[in-house]
């Protein structure tokens, strides 16, 4: 274990994943040190592993592939020890989980760097927004927000705020304008006034909207008639209290627009946590940051050593 991890990273993004995943800790890594708190390893072993992963919410792949593999480092390398066992466990995690790591950040994509939100409502991409404009500020970039959630004026409202709060400019139109020229009107600013990232919001909606999705599309291809090649990224927003829901919305909506990452929101006040688990195992998309709190700061870059530290290897 001490191999694996080491120390963990004294940062922000420690302190906050061991606060934020505390509760998903409780019930995983309680449970899994419960089951392998005894002399030997055996089938019974690993059933009762499978209920403390099901019910962790790692969903049933990532919950096979994982005994698959313990199964086979016992047949391969005869492993018997619980405690050996445990350790080779943590190892697998942490495979799967840098299946959803993002490539270590070489800089903005272009100038502006266009970042487009989606999501279902209620799962907090407009909060999320004002975090990420506040996380590219203290990296000291510009930051202008657009508010294409146009059919809620509450929702230009609490970006607006959020924007204040995070030292960024915001465009905005009246309630009911199309979203996609403030999507386009946001950008041709952006590009005035040589600002390094713009963030787009927009309104919530169901995946199986027809007419919402193809919303999306064109602020997509208004965008890019502006920027080519923008948006830049396009971050779909989930709440991890919806466990495996949250894996269904993100292939729906993969279906319709081109995901470049995920942003799971509300880690801090579940025990599901393992869903970021089952997501490494069944979706080809990166998760890029956790939601652990209400806080500007409140939003970690994932990294899979450190999710997997912050589960098994202590504070």
């Known amino acids: ?98 299946r959803a790591e993002t490539p270590a950040e070489e800089g903005l994509a272009g100038k502006p760097h266009v970042v ?33 959630d146009t059919f809620r004026a509450a929702a230009v409202d609490q970006l607006g705020i959020w924007a204040e709060r995070a030292g960024a400019e915001m465009v905005a139109n009246q309630s009911g304008a199309d979203p996609a020229s403030v999507a386009y009107d946001a950008v041709a600013r952006a590009q005035s006034r040589d600002v390094d990232v713009v963030l787009v919001d927009t309104a919530g909606r169901l995946q199986t909207k027809v007419n919402l999705m193809e919303e999306l599309r064109k602020i997509g291809r208004v965008v890019a008639k502006r920027i080519p090649g923008a948006p830049h990224e396009v971050l779909l927003v989930l709440d991890a209290t919806t466990g495996q829901n949250a894996i269904q919305q993100a292939r729906q909506f993969g279906d319709v627009t081109g995901i470049t990452g995920l942003v799971l929101t509300k880690v801090d006040g579940t025990a599901k946590g393992g869903v970021v688990i089952a997501i490494a195992q069944q979706l080809g998309i990166p998760v890029r940051f956790l939601g652990l709190g209400e806080g500007m700061e409140d939003l970690a870059p994932f990294d899979a050593e450190s999710f997997a530290a912050a589960l098994f290897g202590g504070e």
């Open 1 to 98: 274990m001490k191999r694996l991890f080491g120390k963990l990273k004294e940062s922000v993004t420690g302190s906050l994943l061991g606060q934020g995943l505390a509760r998903t800790r409780q019930r995983l890594s309680d449970g899994v040190q419960r089951v392998f708190s005894g002399t030997r390893v055996d089938e019974e072993t690993l059933e009762a592993l499978e209920e403390v992963l099901l019910g962790s919410d790692v969903g049933v792949a990532a919950t096979e592939a994982l005994l698959e593999r313990l199964r086979s480092r016992i047949r391969e390398d005869g492993l018997e020890s619980p405690e050996v066992l445990r350790g080779a466990f943590v190892e697998e995690i942490v495979a799967i989980l840098r």
């Open 116 to 148: 487009l939100l989606v999501g279902v409502n209620g799962t907090g991409k407009t909060t999320t927004l004002g975090k990420l404009a506040h996380y590219h500020r203290a990296r000291n970039r510009s930051v202008l927000v657009a508010a294409a």
